[in-house]
């Protein structure tokens, strides 16, 4: 399995506070992503990252930010959750000239 | 515009019975296209891929697909379902060569469910 590992793995949070959620991998690769799941909708991107501080938006980046001070953390803020940010987050990586993206095991959020 | 679309939300199978998870994808350049399976409380996990050469392509587990450009579908099959089998399956595409490779688009998943 690649080295993917999220934190925290589950948090439960008011709304309107800040949560920052954090990917780390051991692989050095350069892609990082950020994606939420949700019924009914499979998994949606929320960022990327393509190398150190290069971050773009993906389908659904309303309402969150993103940070890449290093090659292996990724971290996604949610500036003021909502209770439509109840989600599974998952974090991938994939390496620059391949295809194939790889999970972490998700971060259970619930936002009250 | 690309997109995938995933028919049966649940597919509900015998064990030792085929199984088949279909999948049609909508894209304005070649695609790579891909099945991953999610366990339960699990990451998802890659199945197996389509880029170029062969259309017949055979992952883990006894799974494979077949690449059919012309009814753009890319169905999963496995001749023999096992209880271990039940998980969610997802199918998505990315622009092949030349494209945003990188950018995956899934489809709502599909939840198979194994009877004795």
């Known amino acids: 399995d690649a080295g993917i590992t999220q934190s925290p793995r589950h948090k439960v949070t008011e709304t309107g506070t800040p949560v920052t959620l954090r990917c780390h991998q051991t692989?050095?690769?350069?892609?990082m992503y950020w994606y939420r799941q949700d019924p009914g909708h499979g998994l949606r991107l929320i960022h990327y990252?393509?190398?150190?501080?290069?971050?773009d938006k993906g389908e659904v980046s309303d309402g969150y930010s993103v940070s890449r001070s290093k090659t292996e953390d990724f971290l996604l803020t949610l500036e003021s959750a909502t209770s439509s940010q109840t989600s599974v987050y998952f974090c991938?990586?994939?390496?620059?000239?391949?295809?194939?993206?790889?999970f972490g095991p998700g971060t259970r959020l619930t936002v009250l | 515009a690309q997109s995938v679309t995933q028919l049966g939300s649940h597919v509900s199978v015998s064990e030792g019975a085929l199984v088949l998870l279909r999948c049609n994808y909508s894209?304005?350049?070649?695609?790579?296209l891909f099945w991953y399976v999610q366990y339960p409380n699990q990451g998802l996990q890659l199945l197996l891929k389509?880029?170029?050469?062969?259309?017949l392509v055979k992952g883990i587990n006894g799974f494979e697909a077949e690449f059919k450009k012309s009814e753009t579908s890319f169905h999963l099959t496995k001749p023999s379902a096992h209880m271990s089998d039940a998980a969610e399956y997802f199918c998505?595409?990315?622009?092949?060569?030349?494209?945003?490779?990188?950018?995956?688009?899934f489809g709502t998943g599909t939840l198979l469910a194994v009877q004795p």
């Open positions: 991938a990586i994939s390496e620059l000239g391949t295809d194939t993206q790889y």
């Open positions: 692989e050095n690769h350069r892609y």
């Open positions: 990252s393509y190398g150190v501080k290069d971050t």
């Open positions: 894209s304005s350049v070649p695609p790579y």
């Open positions: 389509y880029t170029t050469g062969a259309t």
């Open positions: 998505a595409v990315t622009p092949g060569r030349g494209g945003a490779t990188n950018k995956l688009i």
